[in-house]
């Protein structure tokens, strides 16, 4: 209600002109009368990890159906190299770091298939797990590697060995002695 004001009562089913409860409001610029249709239908997708929207996420759900739309990872088996490329398995392994972030975290934050739907290549999968997968799940798990390597494995991540011994410079004025936490912090 804080973004549409009345214009998200006005989508109702019940609350469209023609209907039983249907209700105008004044536009604010035109000062003109304005009224949803009884024939719009009104489709739209959320995704249910992005909890920025949380406020309108629950506004919606009071007002409207919802129908759930999970990863499906046996698509890709019709997709591109029937779902394989080389010896990997994109259905499985799509499946396995699902149901591994779904231990982790929940089944909201599940990777769709569309991320692999054009991979042809082992070269554009290294990219998709780069560009798109890591990122995603680094922002999931702020950060944290070692829920990061629960979900992907060792292979995946690797230590730099540039964060081993890193010498940092003394900042004068700044309290505090974190060198050795620095050097700790694996990166």
Do not use: C
């Not at 989508?11 to 023609?18: A, H, L, P, Q, T």
């Not at 009104?42 to 629950?58: C, F, K, P, Q, Y």
């Not at 759930?68 to 799509?94: C, F, H, R, T, Y």
Request: glycine share 6%.
């Amino acid at each position: 209600s804080q973004i549409f004001g009345e214009l998200i009562t006005l989508i109702e089913d019940d609350k469209r002109s023609g209907r039983r409860e249907a209700l105008k409001i004044k536009l604010p610029y035109s000062k003109e009368d304005f009224s949803v249709p009884d024939n719009i239908h009104i489709l739209g997708t959320m995704n249910t990890a992005d909890r920025s929207v949380e406020a309108l996420d629950s506004a919606l759900r009071r007002r409207f159906s919802f129908v759930e739309m999970p990863s499906k990872p046996g698509l890709l088996s019709k997709a591109v190299n029937k779902g394989a490329i080389d010896d990997i398995d994109l259905v499985q392994l799509l499946k396995t770091i699902n149901l591994r972030i779904s231990k982790l975290i929940d089944s909201d934050h599940a990777i769709g298939h569309s991320y692999f739907f054009n991979v042809i290549s082992k070269e554009g999968l290294i990219n998709v797990f780069k560009d798109k997968v890591i990122p995603l799940l680094e922002e999931y798990f702020f950060g944290d590697l070692g829920k990061l390597g629960m979900v992907l494995g060792k292979s995946f991540i690797k230590e730099s060995s540039a964060s081993i011994n890193i010498k940092m410079k003394a900042f004068e004025g700044y309290a505090g002695n974190y060198s050795d936490d620095i050097n700790d912090k694996k990166v």
